[in-house]
């Protein structure tokens, strides 16, 4: 069972509405990513953390996109205005360290936008 | 950008047989490769990864690796129905840690 805790699992939003999904990470692990899998089974890498503090990301999409991970809460990525575009499978993934480290994903969240 | 490219898309095999799956980056840098399987409707849990040149074997599995033509692959004999799934790879590069993950190759183990 994947101790990367996602919520909720399945997610249903009007075009336009907003959209939020939460990751507790395994415990001890610093470092946080988001990737979002679509129906193709694409891969895209999102934004990962170390800590609260951001290492990488892509240009969050117009800014539609944003993602924290606040201290001592679970980790949060939001869409401000969903798209059809954006129904994925959104995946949290954390690891100990930031080089050669095996990722450990959560269930995920099933984004449909209708 | 990294691409990683898995081929094929899907494979069949019967039970018992030899699975083997194809993976390649497109950056010269590629650092480190990891394999991927992810059941149907379930999150990927890593399955091996490989770091140098070379084979590493796990039980039924054992995975190659030729950083120079940037190529690994990952090989499964006595397949078994348990092992229908998606296998994902997965490569960092240029010690730039944020894998980028291929499309994936699809596996049917019939009975």
């Known amino acids: 069972n994947s101790k990367v805790i996602q919520t909720p699992r399945y997610l249903v939003k009007g075009q336009g509405q907003k959209a939020k999904m939460r990751c507790i990470p395994e415990?001890?692990?610093?470092?946080v990513f988001w990737y979002q899998q679509n129906k193709n089974n694409e891969f895209k890498f999102l934004i990962n953390?170390?800590?609260?503090?951001?290492?990488?990301q892509i240009d969050m999409t117009e800014k539609r996109f944003s993602a924290e991970c606040p201290s001592n809460s679970p980790c949060s990525l939001e869409i401000q205005s969903s798209e059809a575009g954006d129904s994925a499978l959104y995946l949290c993934?954390?690891?100990?360290?930031?080089?050669?480290?095996?990722?450990?994903f959560g269930s995920g969240t099933r984004l449909t936008v209708l | 950008q990294q691409k990683v490219q898995q081929s094929p898309e899907s494979l069949i095999v019967p039970e018992g047989g030899m699975a083997s799956l194809n993976c390649t980056s497109s950056?010269?840098?590629?650092?480190y490769f990891w394999w991927y399987r992810q059941h149907s409707g379930k999150s990927p849990k890593m399955l091996m990864?490989?770091?140098?040149?070379g084979e590493k074997e796990e039980g039924r599995f054992t995975v190659h690796l030729n950083k120079a033509s940037l190529h690994t692959s990952l090989h499964i004999r006595d397949s078994q129905p348990s092992d229908s799934a998606l296998y994902l790879c997965?490569?960092?590069?240029?010690?730039?840690?944020?894998?980028?993950f291929g499309k994936g190759t699809s596996l049917v183990v019939h009975p």
């Open positions: 997965a490569a960092t590069s240029g010690g730039n840690y944020k894998p980028t």
């Open positions: 950056d010269r840098n590629v650092d």
């Open positions: 993934a954390s690891s100990l360290l930031t080089s050669a480290e095996t990722l450990y």
């Open positions: 990864s490989i770091f140098s040149n």
């Open positions: 415990k001890g692990h610093p470092v």
């Open positions: 953390f170390q800590n609260q503090e951001v290492l990488q």
